[in-house]
């Protein structure tokens, strides 16, 4: 059963900081190399490119975009990462609004501690 480690909060932190650098490449590295990412019970994104793809459609809508660590806890054999995302729609075609909504991921770990699978969760009528 994992734990909070400072590893593991070493992992969530550069995590977090990865979303808000405008580098999607740099969210897939966390990632295992077959690792996968599902935002709302959609399809999953498998690999580290696809991951990079889901990562980039929100950081071209939100150029401006923020996301920041709001815990981190245990659950069972997952880590629940809670997350906040703020930013402007104003990437091609936006609304120019703001957005700030919370969600949080499940993750699975892989054994070198990098995300072997993710399902992420927010609220799609806020965002």
Same mark, same amino acid.
């Given at each position: 059963?994992?734990?909070?480690? /400072?590893?593991?909060? $070493? #992992? !969530?932190? %550069?995590?977090?900081? !990865? =979303?808000?650098?405008?580098?999607?490449? $740099?969210? !897939?590295?966390?990632?295992?190399?077959?690792? $996968? #990412?599902?935002? /709302? @019970? %959609?399809?999953?994104?498998?690999?580290?490119? !696809?991951? +990079?793809?889901? +990562?980039?459609?929100?950081?071209? $809508?939100?150029? *401006?975009?923020?996301?920041?660590?709001?815990?981190?806890?245990? @659950?069972? *054999?997952?880590?629940?990462?809670? =997350?906040?995302?703020?930013?402007?729609?104003?990437?091609? %075609?936006?609304?120019?609004?703001?957005? #700030?909504?919370?969600?949080?991921?499940? =993750?699975?770990?892989?054994?070198?501690?990098?995300?072997?699978?993710?399902?992420?969760?927010? @609220?799609?009528?806020?965002?």
């Amino acid at each position: 059963m994992p734990e909070i480690t /400072n590893q593991l909060r $070493s #992992l !969530a932190e %550069g995590y977090t900081n !990865a =979303w808000s650098s405008q580098d999607a490449a $740099s969210v !897939a590295s966390f990632y295992a190399p077959d690792g $996968s #990412l599902t935002i /709302n @019970d %959609g399809p999953p994104a498998v690999g580290r490119a !696809a991951i +990079a793809q889901a +990562a980039l459609g929100f950081m071209t $809508s939100f150029p *401006d975009m923020k996301v920041f660590m709001d815990d981190l806890t245990i @659950d069972g *054999d997952f880590v629940i990462y809670y =997350w906040t995302f703020q930013g402007t729609n104003t990437g091609p %075609g936006g609304t120019g609004k703001k957005v #700030l909504f919370s969600g949080f991921e499940k =993750w699975r770990l892989a054994a070198d501690g990098q995300i072997a699978e993710s399902k992420g969760q927010f @609220d799609t009528a806020v965002y």
